[in-house]
């Protein structure tokens, strides 16, 4: 115990002082940037190119280096780091394509409250800003509250306030508000600064000519902007009209896209300016027909990105229920539809994507609302319409990929266990098809999956539709049993020449399983009882097919290793196998070898025992009483091989005991 706290100790002194040390290099090294970076900005003439070279200087400017940040604010330096960012340097001056604007993107995302300045210059007098817009319409609606309750108390308590004004009051209220919004559209008509306006310049590029590298960082700067200056950045973007509709423009650069999404989902505490809501519904009906018109798959998959992300964040968006009630409107739900059915690969699987995030989203809702009640029964009216053109994705000649997303809807349409939709899917003859399928793509292990999903879940529905669809109209037992006579590499039903399986009978067999499984329920086990082949099927094939995959690897079951009581000689296994720990501990120590032993004295200290066994003397007490009988005369011979073990090798020997 003394060897391992002065190792311990010994180990935590030798920490600290590696600890220490790598904290005073980490110090040495920051202070090093600081002495550099402060000896480039004292000289005279210094230019910003070599300010950025310097290493460090964002680092810098994140711990506040006052002279740093004195020299970054100017407008001018401002706009060259924007300069940077949006425009490609000249062909072959990697400083200035790759470092520089790596670098300003770093700089201009920083947070720093005089950056933002630059972009947001402080509202000037007689001009309102919106902070202050805000807090006169709290103040006025506190004001109209208290006069309304000095107004009650003064009413008699019998008489009912009048419902006439009470509607009276909420279009009072309403003209009051619009009143504002237009007062702040008027005051901030063209909000934010040069900075910003150079800075967005950005996407007025033909799309042919944008650097994707450059949007990176323009994706970094305007997320900074969005997060730490929302109303005012989003009246910028929103206040004029095709304002942000130039980002529809470069919808196939992911970073462009994702601006799109952020201003589409944006979160503010504020209330809804409608205008801006008609703005961002514009961009909303872009992303809706560049489903149906365009043709890069960029463009496509970054569409259904966005409405994706709209429909996942509609509770936290600001006005992201009144986006997602014109996103059901039929017209919208019906295109969808359409698209999908569509020979377009990625059409396909754009479509696909947004109606299962719909689908999604009103199968994760909890103590749904009487308006989201409403918008999921227009949904399912719709998609309930629509099921045809999910047999027409799936008979069509799109890719493999968009027939997966396809059958990950047919399961989320079967989840929601509506009677409209289940009677549907079984008179479209959905089940049939994806049945096909698996035999048309038999290494598909992802459509595989989905389809296995849906079979699970029809097992456990109570709708006779979804049933006869699965068993009578897509013949389930049939396809198993067949499945398996003609793939085997198990020749139960005829010989056969085949060494392999086909790709699709591990779905086979899982699927067999959970029929068989389901069979407790009464439906089930009434329409199995009457088929004598499914009978014969579980009893040979699937049991053969069970027992084989759960054998275990190296042929036969692993034997026990547990030995009885009376078929264990004390005086040879467990004896031996002391004296080989012994031998073995003793070659390690370049020790010779020890025979056997004689009796030895009584209570030796561990070091005593350990050197009695050197010389070939055992130890022979034992406290009996603490021992049972039948290991007594075990322990009697080799309690002084434990005891030197014990010393050597202490865990060793616990685990052993």
Same mark, same amino acid.
């Not at 042929?555 to 004390?570: C, F, H, I, M």
């Given at each position: 115990?003394?060897?391992?706290?002065?190792?311990?100790?010994?180990?935590?002194?030798?920490?600290?002082?590696?600890?220490?040390?790598?904290?005073?290099?980490?110090?040495?090294?920051?202070?090093?940037?600081?002495?550099?970076?402060?000896?480039?900005?004292?000289?005279?003439?210094?230019?910003?190119?070599?300010?950025?070279?310097?290493?460090?200087?964002?680092?810098?400017?994140?711990?506040?280096?006052?002279?740093?940040?004195?020299?970054?604010?100017?407008?001018?330096?401002? =706009?060259?780091?924007?300069?940077?960012?949006?425009?490609?340097?000249?062909?072959?001056?990697?400083?200035?394509?790759?470092?520089?604007?790596?670098?300003?993107?770093?700089? =201009?995302?920083?947070?720093s409250a005089f950056i933002?300045?630059?972009?947001?210059?402080?509202?000037?007098?007689?001009?309102?800003?919106?902070?202050?817009?805000?807090?006169?319409?709290?103040?006025?609606?506190?004001?109209?509250?208290?006069?309304?309750?000095?107004?009650?108390?003064?009413?008699?308590?019998?008489?009912?306030?009048?419902?006439?004004?009470?509607?009276?009051?909420?279009?009072?209220?309403?003209?009051?508000?619009?009143?504002?919004?237009?007062?702040?559209?008027?005051?901030?008509?063209?909000?934010?600064?040069?900075?910003?306006?150079?800075?967005?310049?950005?996407?007025?590029?033909?799309?042919?000519?944008?650097?994707?590298?450059?949007?990176?960082?323009?994706?970094?700067?305007?997320?900074? =902007?969005?997060?730490?200056?929302?109303?005012?950045?989003?009246?910028?973007?929103?206040?004029?009209?095709?304002?942000?509709?130039?980002?529809?423009?470069?919808?196939?650069?992911?970073?462009?896209?994702?601006?799109?999404?952020?201003?589409?989902?944006?979160?503010?505490?504020?209330?809804?300016?409608?205008?801006?809501?008609?703005?961002?519904?514009?961009?909303?009906?872009?992303?809706?027909?560049?489903?149906?018109?365009?043709s890069d798959e960029e463009?496509?998959?970054?569409?259904?990105?966005?409405?994706?992300?709209?429909?996942?964040?509609?509770?936290?968006?600001?006005?992201?229920?009144?986006? =997602?009630?014109?996103?059901?409107?039929?017209?919208?739900?019906?295109?969808?539809?359409?698209?999908?059915?569509?020979?377009?690969?990625?059409?396909?699987?754009?479509?696909?994507?947004?109606?299962?995030?719909?689908?999604?989203?009103?199968?994760?809702?909890?103590?749904?609302?009487?308006?989201?009640?409403?918008?999921?029964?227009?949904?399912?009216?719709?998609?309930?319409?629509?099921?045809?053109?999910?047999? *027409?994705?799936?008979?069509?000649?799109?890719?493999?990929?968009?027939?997966?997303?396809?059958?990950?809807?047919?399961?989320?349409?079967?989840?929601?266990?509506n009677p409209q939709v289940?009677?549907?899917?079984?008179?479209?003859?959905?089940?049939?098809?994806?049945?096909?399928?698996?035999?048309?793509?038999?290494?598909?292990?992802?459509?595989?999956?989905?389809?296995?999903?849906?079979?699970?879940?029809?097992?456990?529905?109570?709708?006779?539709?979804?049933?006869?669809?699965?068993?009578?109209?897509?013949?389930?037992?049939?396809?198993?049993?067949?499945?398996?006579?003609?793939?085997?590499?198990?020749?139960?039903?005829?010989?056969?020449?085949?060494?392999?399986?086909?790709?699709?009978?591990?779905?086979?067999?899982?699927?067999?399983? *959970?029929?068989?499984?389901?069979?407790?329920?009464?439906?089930?086990?009434?329409?199995?009882?009457?088929?004598?082949?499914?009978?014969?099927?579980?009893?040979?094939?699937?049991?053969?097919?069970?027992?084989?995959?759960?054998?275990?690897?190296?042929?036969?079951?692993?034997?026990?290793?547990?030995?009885?009581?009376?078929?264990?000689?004390? *005086?040879?296994?467990?004896?031996?196998?002391?004296?080989?720990?012994?031998?073995?501990?003793?070659?390690?120590?370049?020790?010779?070898?020890?025979?056997?032993?004689?009796?030895?004295?009584?209570?030796?200290?561990?070091?005593?025992?350990?050197?009695?066994?050197?010389?070939?003397?055992?130890?022979?007490?034992?406290?009996?009483?603490?021992?049972? *009988?039948?290991?007594?005369?075990?322990?009697?011979?080799?309690?002084?091989?434990?005891?030197?073990?014990?010393?050597?090798?202490?865990?060793?020997?616990?685990?052993?005991?």
């Open positions: 115990q003394s060897t391992w706290e002065s190792k311990s100790i010994k180990g935590f002194e030798l920490g600290s002082a590696v600890g220490a040390k790598m904290i005073g290099l980490f110090s040495s090294m920051f202070n090093n940037f600081s002495a550099n970076l402060d000896e480039v900005l004292r000289r005279e003439n210094v230019t910003l190119e070599e300010v950025l070279d310097e290493d460090g200087v964002v680092s810098e400017l994140r711990r506040s280096n006052n002279r740093l940040m004195e020299y970054l604010n100017d407008q001018e330096k401002i =706009l060259r780091l924007v300069d940077f960012v949006t425009i490609v340097g000249p062909e072959g001056d990697r400083r200035r394509s790759y470092k520089l604007p790596f670098v300003s993107a770093d700089i =201009l995302s920083s947070e933002l300045s630059h972009f947001f210059p402080p509202t000037e007098t007689p001009r309102q800003s919106t902070e202050s817009i805000h807090e006169e319409i709290e103040d006025g609606e506190e004001a109209k509250v208290e006069d309304e309750e000095e107004k009650e108390d003064r009413q008699p308590a019998e008489e009912p306030q009048n419902e006439g004004d009470e509607e009276e009051d909420k279009k009072t209220d309403e003209i009051k508000r619009s009143e504002y919004q237009e007062m702040h559209r008027t005051l901030d008509d063209e909000p934010g600064s040069e900075s910003l306006r150079r800075l967005y310049a950005f996407v007025d590029q033909p799309k042919e000519q944008l650097n994707v590298t450059l949007a990176g960082y323009f994706l970094k700067i305007i997320t900074t =902007l969005i997060n730490k200056r929302t109303d005012e950045m989003m009246n910028y973007l929103l206040a004029r009209e095709n304002r942000a509709q130039k980002l529809l423009t470069h919808l196939g650069v992911r970073s462009i896209a994702e601006v799109i999404a952020k201003v589409i989902t944006f979160e503010s505490s504020t209330w809804m300016v409608p205008k801006y809501l008609e703005e961002r519904w514009r961009l909303v009906e872009g992303l809706l027909m560049a489903l149906s018109t365009s463009e496509l998959s970054n569409a259904a990105y966005i409405l994706s992300e709209l429909i996942a964040k509609v509770g936290s968006a600001n006005g992201g229920p009144e986006l =997602l009630d014109r996103l059901l409107r039929k017209e919208n739900v019906e295109h969808l539809f359409n698209c999908l059915s569509s020979a377009k690969g990625q059409l396909a699987i754009a479509s696909a994507t947004v109606i299962s995030a719909l689908c999604t989203h009103f199968l994760n809702l909890q103590n749904k609302s009487e308006s989201e009640r409403a918008q999921e029964d227009r949904f399912l009216t719709e998609f309930t319409t629509g099921i045809s053109k999910v047999l *027409a994705a799936l008979e069509g000649k799109s890719s493999l990929a968009a027939k997966v997303r396809v059958a990950e809807i047919v399961c989320q349409a079967v989840a929601f266990r289940n009677n549907e899917l079984g008179l479209k003859k959905i089940f049939p098809k994806l049945l096909q399928l698996v035999k048309e793509y038999p290494n598909a292990n992802m459509y595989h999956v989905q389809v296995e999903r849906i079979i699970s879940a029809l097992l456990e529905s109570e709708s006779y539709s979804l049933r006869k669809g699965l068993l009578d109209d897509a013949g389930l037992i049939s396809f198993l049993i067949d499945a398996s006579k003609s793939n085997s590499r198990f020749h139960i039903y005829k010989p056969s020449n085949r060494t392999s399986s086909a790709g699709y009978m591990g779905f086979v067999h899982r699927v067999a399983n *959970a029929v068989q499984k389901a069979s407790v329920n009464q439906w089930l086990e009434e329409i199995l009882q009457k088929n004598q082949a499914w009978d014969d099927y579980v009893s040979g094939y699937l049991k053969k097919v069970n027992e084989n995959e759960t054998r275990e690897l190296g042929g036969g079951s692993r034997k026990s290793s547990t030995v009885p009581q009376d078929d264990l000689n004390p *005086a040879e296994p467990r004896e031996n196998f002391l004296d080989t720990l012994v031998t073995l501990s003793m070659h390690q120590q370049g020790q010779p070898e020890i025979g056997r032993t004689v009796v030895g004295p009584e209570d030796p200290s561990p070091s005593a025992a350990q050197n009695n066994y050197q010389q070939g003397v055992p130890y022979n007490e034992v406290e009996e009483e603490r021992i049972p *009988a039948e290991h007594t005369q075990f322990l009697q011979t080799n309690f002084w091989k434990i005891s030197y073990l014990s010393e050597e090798h202490g865990d060793l020997i616990s685990d052993y005991s």
